[in-house]
């Protein structure tokens, strides 16, 4: 599956993503000063070959808001709002401070974590980084398309 990031000129990109070489679904992704809350799927789910909104989305599951709670997808989730606050701060949070975050978080929503160790917080981070310098450089109407293949990625 693709997912084609393409980067808007008001408050919305918009993720397509791709089966079969067909748009299967488009996203609306608000701007929130970082990259696309998906692309953040995609680097915790890539790097962790965890199974979230990506993950599910590839297997048939509708792109949706709304989606059945599993505890795996709920644990990316909750990683994946702790990498978004990381990225508000600059990119900059010590492992061990965004690890004690991600439980409090998990326990705050009833989420069982996922076993993620400070290693596994400085790959994401450095996926992110490497998506961060891609998507800045891409140019308003353009698109950065990425591949997601149960768990692995490649572009």
Do not use: N
């Amino acid at each position: 599956m693709q997912l084609v990031f393409t980067k808007g000129s008001g408050k919305h990109d918009r993720m397509d993503l791709i089966r079969d070489g067909h748009i299967a679904e488009s996203i609306e992704c608000p701007k929130q000063g970082i990259i696309p809350h998906d692309m953040v799927h995609f680097a915790v789910e890539s790097v962790l070959h965890k199974r979230g909104f990506i993950g599910r989305v590839l297997e048939g599951e509708a792109a949706s808001f709304q989606m059945q709670a599993d505890s795996e997808s709920d644990g990316v989730e909750r990683l994946v709002e702790v990498f978004q606050a990381d990225g508000w701060s600059g990119w900059s949070t010590a492992a061990a401070d965004m690890l004690d975050l991600y439980q409090v978080t998990c326990t705050a929503r009833h989420c069982a974590p996922l076993e993620v160790l400070a290693a596994d917080i400085e790959a994401v981070r450095g996926k992110i980084l490497e998506l961060t310098a891609q998507w800045q450089s891409v140019p308003v109407g353009k698109s950065l398309t990425l591949q997601f293949v149960h768990g692995a990625s490649a572009h």
